[in-house]
Structures are given as structure tokens and as C-alpha cells.
């Protein structure tokens, strides 16, 4: 079945930049981007559908991250990475609807680690 896999996780000095990638297996009509920093919840970040179509959900990022995406590959352009971004980054795939809600994705990859600190 659909397997997503994540990477470009890394340590990051603040003000820092990194890029994502998320490669799904096969076909998928949105891909988000969701984090969870250690004691939080998990948050849904930005949703691409297939046609293009962006959705950002969290404030915190607000212009400092991008969704992209190629076909069935999705990237996470972060630039100005603060401390506070420190956290796993999940990608997840959705049959349906582009969604900031962590109950809506249909496959979750493991993630990847993304630390902020000099």
C-alpha cells in the first residue's frame, strides 16, 4: 500500500533554512506537512492537493515555511528557522481533503527530526 518517507532533517543554526521532502509510493490527492515538538501536540503545518491548491494552518510559520510539490513528492521550503521549530516533521497523505486536523490523514510517514539550536 501507500508509503510516505521523509527526509532533509537536520540540525540548524537559527535563522537557518532547511527543505523537506516527502516521496509517496504511489498516487495521492494531498500531502501535509504536520510537527510535534516533545510534551505537544501534534500540529498540522501546510496541505497540498494534486491540483497545486495550498493550505497553511499554523500561524507560528506563517511566511517563514512553503509547501511545494512534484507530482508525488512534497517539499517543505523552512527558512528563519527559530528555536521553537524544533520538533519531528510528519508527512501524510489523504484520500479526500487537504487538512490541518490530525485525524484526517490516511498514512503518516515516520519523520524526520528537525532541531534549531547554536
Known amino acids: 500500500q501507500l508509503q510516505l518517507a521523509e527526509s532533509g532533517g537536520s540540525l540548524v543554526q537559527p535563522g537557518g533554512s532547511l527543505v523537506l521532502s516527502c516521496v509517496a509510493s504511489?498516487?495521492?490527492?494531498?500531502i501535509g506537512w504536520f510537527r510535534q515538538a516533545p510534551g505537544k501536540e501534534r500540529e498540522g503545518i501546510s496541505c497540498?492537493?494534486?491540483?497545486?491548491?495550498r493550505l497553511y494552518y499554523l500561524d507560528s510559520v506563517r511566511g517563514r515555511f512553503t509547501i511545494s510539490r512534484d507530482k508525488n513528492t512534497a517539499y517543505l521550503h523552512m527558512n528563519n528557522l527559530k528555536p521553537e521549530d524544533t520538533a519531528t516533521y510528519y508527512c501524510?497523505?489523504?484520500?479526500?481533503?487537504?487538512?490541518?486536523?490530525?485525524?484526517?490523514?490516511?498514512?503518516w510517514g515516520q519523520g524526520t527530526q528537525v532541531t534549531v539550536s547554536s
Open positions: 497540498i492537493r494534486d491540483n497545486g491548491q
Open positions: 504511489s498516487d495521492v490527492y494531498a
Open positions: 501524510a497523505a489523504s484520500r479526500f481533503v487537504c487538512s490541518g486536523d490530525v485525524d484526517v490523514p490516511d498514512h
